[in-house]
C-alpha cells in the first residue's frame, strides 16, 4: 500500500507542548513518526516564547517553523501554500490549555491529536464537540492504551462474543510517585497536576482513573448508566485527590470499579483490566502488554502471547503488531497505532471522504467528551458522600 493512500506522501506534523524537561510531546512525536507516515516539522514547544523556539533544534525543527506560540504556529501554517503547511497538530500541553488550543487548530481546518483529560471542564468539552462537528477535521484523543495489540484483540473477541455477555469490568490505574508533596519541591509535572486551576476538578481521577474508564470502555463498548465515588487526598496540603474508587453501573446490568491511586509505595503505571463475562474471563495488565490471560472454569488458564501469526490472533490484535512474537512491543508502538488509526481516517479525508468522528478505531472526540463528564460525576458524588449519579451520555460511543 502506498504511503498514506490515496494522499501519497507522509503527513506533516505540528508539535504543541514537548519543550525541554517535558514528558508526552517526546512521546508524541516519536509515535507519530514510527511508521514513518508522518515528519515533525512545525512547534510550539513551550509557553514560554523563548524557550519554545529554544527546544526546537532537539526535534530537528527548522527555525523558520519554530513558533512562539500556538497563535502564531496556526496563523504562519495556515498562510503557508497548501503543499507545505501542516496537516495535523498534535497537543501535548497542560490540560487547561487543551480547549483553546484544539478549538483553535479546528476552526484553522487542521486535523487535531489531542492528549488526555480532553479539556479542563465538561462545558469546554461539549463546545469543542460541538466545534468538531461542524468541520471536517480527524479528532483524536490520545487514550494510548487503546493501541496495545491485545486490547484490540480483547475487543474484537468481546464484540464477537466469546465472552458471553459482560458481567464485570475491573479496571485500575496504581502509581506511587505523589506519595509525598512532590509538587511543594517544583516538580514540573507535579507541580500542575496537583493545581486545580491547571488540572481540572480532579487529580488522581482526572489524570488516570479517566485512562482506565476508558479502556473499560473501548474493549466492551458497554455503555454506562451511574456512578458513585469515593475520591480521597491523602498526602496533607495537596489540592486535588490522590487516591479514589469509582463502582460503575452499566446500562446492560453490569458493574464496573474504577480505582486509582498516585500515593501506593512502588508501584509505577500499573493499569489493569480484568473483564468477566457468562462464558469467560479476560485479565491484561500494561506493564506485561505482550500477555492477557483467558479463563474458563474446569480448563487450564490460557495465556494469549502478541504474536502476529498465531491462529488464534483476529485481526484487530495482530494488524497491531509490527513484531514477531517475543520481540517486546509496548508504549511506544501503542501510542503508534492510535496514531496510525487516526492517519488513516486524515488519507481518506484528504481524497473528500467524509470523517464519522463518532465510531473509530482510534479515541475520538466522544471518548474525550465522555472523560469529561465522567470526572465531573465522580467528583459531583464523592462530594455528596458517594451518592449515585447518572453516567447516560447522548454522545457514548457505539
Ligand atoms: N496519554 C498519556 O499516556 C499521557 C501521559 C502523560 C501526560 N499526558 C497528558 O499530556 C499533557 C501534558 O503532560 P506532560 O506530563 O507532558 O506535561 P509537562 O509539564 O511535562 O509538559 C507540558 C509542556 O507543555 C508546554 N506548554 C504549556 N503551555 C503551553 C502553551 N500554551 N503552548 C505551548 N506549550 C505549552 C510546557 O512548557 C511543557 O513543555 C497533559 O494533558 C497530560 O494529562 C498524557
Request: net charge negative.
Amino acid at each position: 500500500m502506498a504511503l498514506n493512500e490515496p494522499l501519497n506522501r507522509k503527513l506533516r506534523m505540528a508539535l504543541i507542548g514537548g519543550g525541554a524537561g517535558s514528558f508526552i510531546g517526546r512521546v508524541h512525536s516519536i509515535a507519530a513518526c514510527l511508521d514513518n507516515r508522518a515528519e515533525l516539522v512545525a512547534g510550539a514547544l513551550s509557553s514560554n516564547p523563548e524557550r519554545s523556539k529554544a527546544s526546537a533544534p532537539d526535534y530537528g525543527i527548522d527555525e523558520s517553523r519554530a513558533y512562539g506560540s500556538y497563535e502564531a504556529l496556526l496563523d504562519g501554517e495556515s498562510k503557508l501554500p497548501e503543499d507545505q503547511r501542516i496537516d495535523f497538530v498534535s497537543i501535548a500541553t497542560p490540560n487547561h490549555t487543551h480547549f483553546e488550543i484544539a478549538r483553535a487548530a479546528v476552526e484553522a481546518g487542521f486535523n487535531v491529536m489531542c492528549d488526555k483529560p480532553m479539556t479542563f471542564d465538561l462545558g469546554q468539552a461539549e463546545s469543542l464537540m460541538e466545534t468538531v462537528e461542524n468541520s471536517d477535521v480527524v479528532f483524536a484523543v490520545t487514550h494510548n492504551y487503546t493501541g496495545y495489540p491485545l486490547v484490540r484483540q480483547a475487543r474484537e473477541m468481546i464484540a464477537s462474543g466469546e465472552l458471553g455477555e459482560i458481567n464485570a469490568i475491573r479496571t485500575q490505574y496504581i502509581q506511587g510517585w505523589l506519595r509525598t508533596q512532590l509538587e511543594a519541591e517544583d516538580q514540573k509535572q507535579a507541580a500542575w497536576r496537583t493545581d486545580p486551576t491547571k488540572s481540572g476538578a480532579a487529580g488522581a481521577f482526572g489524570d488516570i482513573a479517566t485512562h482506565a474508564y476508558n479502556l473499560g470502555r473501548y474493549m466492551t463498548s458497554e455503555l454506562p448508566e451511574s456512578v458513585s465515588c469515593h475520591l480521597k487526598t491523602f498526602v496533607e496540603g495537596r489540592k486535588l485527590d490522590d487516591y479514589g474508587t469509582a463502582v460503575i453501573r452499566y446500562q446492560n446490568g453490569a458493574l464496573g470499579t474504577v480505582t486509582a491511586s498516585q500515593i501506593s509505595h512502588g508501584r509505577e503505571n500499573d493499569l489493569e483490566i480484568e473483564i468477566d463475562g457468562t462464558k469467560g474471563s479476560l485479565r491484561w495488565r500494561q506493564e506485561n502488554p505482550n500477555e492477557m490471560i483467558y479463563r474458563q472454569n474446569g480448563k487450564a488458564h490460557q495465556i494469549y502471547t502478541r504474536d502476529p501469526n498465531a491462529a488464534y490472533m483476529n485481526d484487530s490484535g495482530a494488524n497491531a503488531c509490527r513484531l514477531p512474537s517475543g520481540h517486546p512491543e509496548a508504549f511506544f508502538e501503542a501510542f503508534s497505532n492510535v496514531y496510525a488509526s487516526a492517519f488513516d481516517a486524515m488519507a481518506a479525508r484528504s481524497a473528500g471522504q467524509k470523517i464519522d468522528n463518532s465510531n473509530t478505531v482510534y479515541p475520538n472526540i466522544c471518548d474525550g467528551v465522555e472523560g469529561m463528564y465522567f470526572i465531573q460525576q465522580c467528583v459531583a458524588s464523592s462530594r455528596a458522600d458517594a451518592a449515585w449519579l447518572p453516567l447516560k451520555h447522548a454522545v457514548a460511543r457505539c
